[in-house]
């Protein structure tokens, strides 16, 4: 699987995004993730973990009821939502 941070929202689902930020208090990242080839995952993990990782951020800890709204608004979206500390 490779995900990258998503780009090109439309309109909506940045602001449903914004909105889900503001109403949980967390800071959200959207990554777009997609399945490859074996031989191509295999290829992209190895250059992956050369290069280190690209998400610094520390990760934020949602309690179950924000878990519960991030995995809904993740199924409508088509988006992975990771919630990270940015204070």
């Given at each position: 699987?490779?995900?990258?941070?998503?780009?090109?929202?439309?309109?909506?689902?940045?602001?449903?995004?914004?909105?889900?930020?503001?109403?949980?208090?967390?800071?959200?990242?959207?990554?777009?993730?997609?399945?490859?080839?074996?031989?191509?995952?295999?290829?992209?993990?190895?250059?992956?973990?050369?290069?280190g990782p690209m998400?610094?951020?520390?990760?934020?800890?949602?309690?179950?009821?924000?878990?519960?709204?991030?995995?809904?608004?993740?199924?409508?979206?088509?988006?992975?939502?990771?919630?990270?500390?940015?204070?």
């Amino acid at each position: 699987m490779f995900c990258e941070i998503a780009r090109k929202l439309e309109d909506q689902d940045l602001d449903r995004i914004q909105t889900l930020e503001k109403d949980l208090g967390l800071t959200l990242v959207a990554f777009s993730c997609r399945s490859l080839d074996p031989a191509r995952e295999e290829k992209l993990e190895a250059i992956m973990r050369e290069l280190g990782p690209m998400l610094q951020a520390p990760l934020a800890e949602p309690d179950d009821a924000q878990l519960g709204r991030l995995r809904e608004a993740e199924q409508e979206l088509g988006l992975t939502l990771i919630a990270v500390d940015a204070s």
